[in-house]
């Protein structure tokens, strides 16, 4: 039994929840000064009340449902209840609002500061899936002295080979990624945007090979990001930032700097828009990832908490 009780968020809730927000964004902003924590609740929430009406926590539900076929099934499960604008004063006001966030057959996911101790997450039963790391912009030194160019047209069959055997590698390591029937024709989409006018300040990918004696052995898909400057709490500080939505050496190659080189000759043109820093995603699972990104500078800014069904 809880000592918790669990209402709809209404507007007398909102000062208290703003008070709990903002008291929790002073610590972990004073932790790691990257984070932009949200400070007030939008509408749709609940809060959990202690038994002398106090405001113990609250909890914004959102639930996310990706469509069959849709790639992003490759990482994500097909519905989860995401955790919005999360404060709890103890384990015990999470566990009551998670129950009554729960949606029968959904996943739940928060997205914490990695900065900050997931253990909470990992008592009601969830586990650190992925995680969100940001490098400044400083230029990163090359590795392997391999030719690196932008990819052409002809490179298409190779591009796509890479693209799934990056995936593909996570299936021994994670339950949390793997190849899906969407993952080919979506990639194969963001290749012929790249032929076509190949801008990414409008959108397109960017593709950078790796050669070793003549073939193809490494390719790195990046693009630009745009953080909001107004608005809620966003998941980066306001600025543009060249992301890494994809990087493959192929088996053969890996470890010996490839990665490296076909990363800074990536990073080095995305500095030319002009940003302010550079992202990926890894599976906290892989453990080529978890030790090659903090070896290029990135270091992690979130973790994404996940329980599966
Ligand atoms: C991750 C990947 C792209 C890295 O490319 P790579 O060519 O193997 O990496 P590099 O040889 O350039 O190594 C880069 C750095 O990581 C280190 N590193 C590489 N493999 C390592 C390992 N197994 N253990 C510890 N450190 C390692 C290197 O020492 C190097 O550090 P340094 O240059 O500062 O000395 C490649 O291994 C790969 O394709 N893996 C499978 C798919 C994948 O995981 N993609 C990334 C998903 S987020």
Known sequence: MTRYSVHPATAADAASVA?????????LETLDPRLRMPRSAAPGGLV?????????????????????GDEVLSFAAPRTVHWQELVVADPEALNTLRLAAAVPDAAEGVLWPAVDSGASFVAVGLAAAFVFALRPPEPLEGGAAVAVR???????????ALHEAEVGFHE??????????GLEPA?????????????????????????????????????LQIAPTTGAASRLPPGRYGYLNSVSVAAAHRGSGVGRSVVAAALSDLAAY??????LWFATGNPLARRVWPRLGFRPLWTQYERRF
């Open 150 to 160: 932008r990819a052409r047209h002809g490179d298409t069959e190779t591009l796509v």
């Open 19 to 27: 008070g709990l927000l903002s008291r929790q964004a002073d610590r």
């Open 172 to 181: 021994p390591h994670t339950p949390y990624i793997r190849r899906v029937p």
């Open 274 to 279: 002009g940003v302010d820093g550079y992202t």
């Open 187 to 223: 990639y194969r989409a963001r290749l012929d945007r790249v032929w076509a006018d190949g801008d990414p300040a409008a959108g397109s990918s960017v593709i950078h090979v790796a050669e070793a004696d003549g073939q193809v052995v490494a390719m790195c898909e990046s693009m």
């Open 48 to 68: 959990a009340v202690s038994p002398s009406g106090a405001v113990a926590g609250h909890l914004r539900p959102m639930l996310v449902e990706i469509p069959s």
